[in-house]
DNA sequence: ACCCCGCTGTTATGATGTAACATTGCCGAA
DNA sequence: TTCGGCAATGTTACATCATAACAGCGGGGT
C-alpha cells in the first residue's frame, strides 16, 4: 500500500508519490473493515472519507463541507460531522486536536489512538506507530497509577523536506 | 510545594489537600519569574492566572471569562485570550488541546511541552514530568526524520480514584 | 511637550461543534 | 400487506471557542 509499511515516510505529503494509489487503498481498505463488521458505509459517509484522504494534511470540518456541497447541495454541519464520527468510531480517520482538523488513519482496522507528527511549514502530517513510544505512554500512565485509555500524541516541527 | 515533587499526585485533585497552597506557590512563583525576566504581570493577567489555579481541573476561556467578569465588568474574550496567550508564552499555564482549556502549569519556569493524565469522570488533570517519554518522544521523531518542537500529549483515562 | 509602545477596552465577526426535531427508506413482525 | 421500528439523513437553530481591527490610555525616554 503506498501509505502503509515499510515505504511509509513523510515524502508522501510533497505530492512525490502516487497518492491516487493512497485513496483508492483507503477507500478499498474501508469498505472491507466496514462490510466485516457490519457497519453501513454509505455513498455519503465515504464521499466524506475520500475528501478527508484529498491529501495528507488534516482538513477541517468545515473544508469538508465546502468540498462535499460541491455534490451534494442539502450538505450542512451536522451531516459532516456525523460522518466525521462514525468514521472515527470505525477507526478510518484520527482527529487531530491541535488543529481541530481530521485525517485518514493509514493503519485502519488495528485499534489505536495515533501518533502524529505535524509539520507547521507544509502541513503534511504523518501517522507514526511506534511500538517503544506506545510502551513509553502506558508506563508513563502506570507509573501514575492512572488507567489510560485514549492516547493523544501530536508532535509539531518541520519535516525532513522542510527541515532541509 | 503543595502541587509538586514527590507527593505529587491525583489525589490533589480531589481536595484532599489544601489547594489553597497550589494557588498561593503557583503565583509566588509565577511573580518570580516574571520578575526575573521583564515581564509584566499586571493585576489582570494575575488575576486570570488565580482562576486557572482554582481547581486542578482544565478550565474554559469562557469559564475564565464569567468568573473575572464578576470583578472585571469590562472583560471581554479578546481580554481572556490575551491574559491566557501570556501566561502560555511565560509557561505558567498549558492549553490542553483535546478539551479546548487551560491548566495551572506545575513546572513553571523549566521549559516543556506538557504530558497530561485526564480522568474523563472526574475531569482532574495531572501534569506529569516524564523523562522516559520525553525520550521516547524524542527518538520516535528521530526515527521518522523529523525536527519536533512542541509536543502534545494527553492521555485520557480514569485517575486512581475513579477507577477504584 | 511629544512620541513610542505595551496593555487594555470595544465592537464585530469568524471558526468549530451540537441540540432537537422532521423526513425518508428499509426490513421484519403481525 | 400493512404497519411499526430503526438507522440514516435533512433542517433549523443555536452553543462554544477564538480572533481581527481599531480606539483609548498611560508610563518612560528624548
Ligand atoms: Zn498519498
Ligand atoms: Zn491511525
Ligand atoms: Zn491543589
Ligand atoms: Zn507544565
Known amino acids: 500500500m503506498a501509505a502503509r509499511g515499510a515505504a511509509h515516510n513523510t515524502a508522501q505529503a510533497h505530492q512525490t508519490h502516487n497518492h491516487r494509489e493512497c485513496i483508492d487503498d483507503a477507500l478499498k481498505r474501508a469498505r472491507e ?42 450538505a450542512r454541519p451536522p451531516t459532516v460531522y456525523r460522518a466525521l464520527d462514525f468514521l472515527m468510531s470505525e477507526g478510518l480517520i484520527h482527529k487531530i486536536e491541535s488543529l481541530n482538523a ?20 507544509c502541513g503534511a502530517t504523518e501517522e507514526i506507530v511506534d511500538a517503544k513510544l506506545e510502551t513509553a505512554l502506558d508506563q508513563a500512565a502506570k507509573r501514575a497509577h492512572f488507567a489510560g485509555e485514549r492516547k493523544v500524541v501530536e508532535i509539531s516541527g518541520l519535516c525532513a523536506r522542510c527541515a532541509a
Open 33 to 74: 473493515i466496514c462490510a466485516g463488521r457490519g457497519a453501513q458505509l454509505t455513498p455519503l459517509r465515504e464521499k466524506v472519507l475520500q475528501i478527508v484522504w484529498r491529501s495528507h494534511k488534516p482538513v477541517g470540518a468545515y473544508d469538508v463541507l465546502d468540498e462535499l456541497a460541491r455534490s451534494h447541495k442539502a
Open 102 to 121: 481530521y485525517l485518514g488513519c493509514v493503519e485502519a482496522g488495528a485499534p489505536h489512538s495515533g501518533q502524529f507528527l505535524i509539520c507547521r511549514q
